[in-house]
């Protein structure tokens, strides 16, 4: 089955050049196209896309609010790619506070715009830039701090959180750690648990939030 897109941007010649770059692959399809983020519900309850290649300024509903309501108001929601123009955009990193599971940049070449989509659809690793690891550092919070200091993480956990925050893949922490990716995916699934976190977007906000790793 291929990996379903909807393109969402209120520049129709973005979602044009994205239309042609992903639908040249055979293993990517995109089901529909949305010029505002207030589009966007009906279209994802309709089409039941993977992924969402979502920009984060349109005139009616940024990218940011249409993240938290389908995160909020779809059962098993898509994906979630921000898509947009400068990567330390503020929007950027409240698109990722919000939800979102990764972040392209419009003026990426076709190969990192098609392997965006893969990756956020397999939903295992992120794509988290540095200058978006260093806006969530300076957001650093005392929450963030208090949520990791009570998550009290094991030895293991707490390496697996630092290489989910490099952005690796569960097969990328196994091979580093020298452990199976089954044990991998219940260490993972043990760090959110004990975060609170829906996601791996939401743990690595909270690891560079609260000082756990530092952007560099």
Do not use: C
């Not at 938290?68 to 108001?73: I, Q």
């Not at 947009?84 to 715009?113: C, H, M, Q, S, W």
């Not at 806006?135 to 293991?156: C, F, H, I, P, Q």
């Not at 091979?175 to 199976?180: N, Q």
Request: no cysteine; net charge neutral.
């Amino acid at each position: 089955m291929p990996v379903t897109v909807l393109l969402v941007d209120d520049e129709p010649l973005v979602r044009t050049g994205l239309r042609a770059v992903l639908e040249a692959q055979p293993d990517i399809k995109v089901v529909g196209e949305a010029s505002d983020g207030a589009a966007v519900i009906p279209l994802v309850r309709r089409l039941r896309p993977d992924v969402v290649a979502m920009d984060v300024r349109m005139p009616l509903m940024d990218g940011i609010e249409a993240t938290r309501v389908v995160l909020r108001s779809v059962p098993d929601p898509p994906k979630i790619l921000v898509v947009t123009t400068f990567e330390n955009d503020e929007y950027v990193y409240e698109a990722l506070r919000a939800g979102a599971d990764g972040f392209l940049l419009k003026r990426a070449r076709p190969a990192e715009i098609v392997h965006a989509v893969r990756l956020v659809a397999e939903g295992e690793s992120l794509l988290f830039p540095a200058a978006v690891r260093q806006l969530a550092a300076e957001y650093g919070t005392s929450r963030a701090r208090a949520v990791m200091d009570r998550a009290a993480l094991t030895d293991r956990e707490a390496a697996v959180l630092r290489l989910m925050a490099r952005g690796l893949s569960n097969a990328e922490i196994a091979a580093k750690l020298v452990v199976g990716v089954e044990t991998v995916k219940s260490h993972v699934s043990a760090v959110l648990a004990k975060l609170g976190a829906r996601d791996r977007t939401q743990a690595v906000i909270a690891a560079y939030e609260s000082g756990f790793v530092s952007p560099g």
